[in-house]
């Protein structure tokens, strides 16, 4: 299956204030709902002494797919961890959790204090959170003779693609990969350009 879609580059923590509460947030990178249990168990370790530990995940694609999930930990039903889910989905980025520890500070927020609260929070991170692109990769393979060789490295290197391996012997084996995207426009401009001498076997075509 095709992806492509941003993802969080690093795990960050941000705190901010609220009336004497404390809330910190922790973003980080998963892939899969177990990750993102085992990061919200980490913080719940980190901070053990918290009042509560909120969190909101996206393991999949933002677009569609995705397995999402959210916990309140204690909070008034609806004003923690759906919030958070909300920012997460609104910014359409993947593979990510969020936990916001909290510390009661002893002045109550109130429902909707609560809800600007916690999304403030899981806002104002985002907002310093490094992503990167995660696409899919297609490998494949072509021969070509010897005086195409820097014509093919040229048109890879414009396609985004990169050379795995380049094997010398009667003709240039080489073995590339590139994103997905536009895999197929290279492939047929390589065949164009060398009027059909060169081909492209990609591992997941049909055999």
Known sequence: MS???????????????????????????AHSRQEALAFVEAKRIE?????????????GAPDGGAVV????????????G???????????????????????GGVKLGAGGLVRAYSASVQQACEILP??????LRSGVLVCDYA?????????????????RC????????TVSMPETGSDELACHLYDTSRGK?????????V
Request: charged share 25%.
């Open 131 to 136: 992503l990167e692109r995660r696409v899919t």
């Open 82 to 104: 759906r919030p958070m889910l909300n920012v997460l989905q609104h910014k359409r980025v993947g593979d990510i959790v969020a936990v916001v520890v909290r510390y009661f």
């Open 3 to 29: 992806v492509d879609y941003v993802v969080p580059a690093k795990v960050i923590t941000v705190e901010t204030e609220v009336k004497k509460s404390r809330f910190i947030t922790s973003i980080a990178p």
């Open 69 to 80: 999930g959210f916990d309140d930990d204690g909070e008034p039903s609806g004003t923690a």
């Open 198 to 206: 060169i081909i492209i076997q990609w591992q997941d075509d049909d």
């Open 148 to 164: 195409h060789e820097q014509m093919v490295r040229h048109h890879l290197d414009q396609f985004r693609g990169s050379l795995e």
């Open 47 to 59: 901070y053990p002494d918290a009042t509560h530990h909120c969190s909101a995940f996206v393991a």
């Open 167 to 174: 094997d010398y012997d009667q003709s240039v084996r080489m």
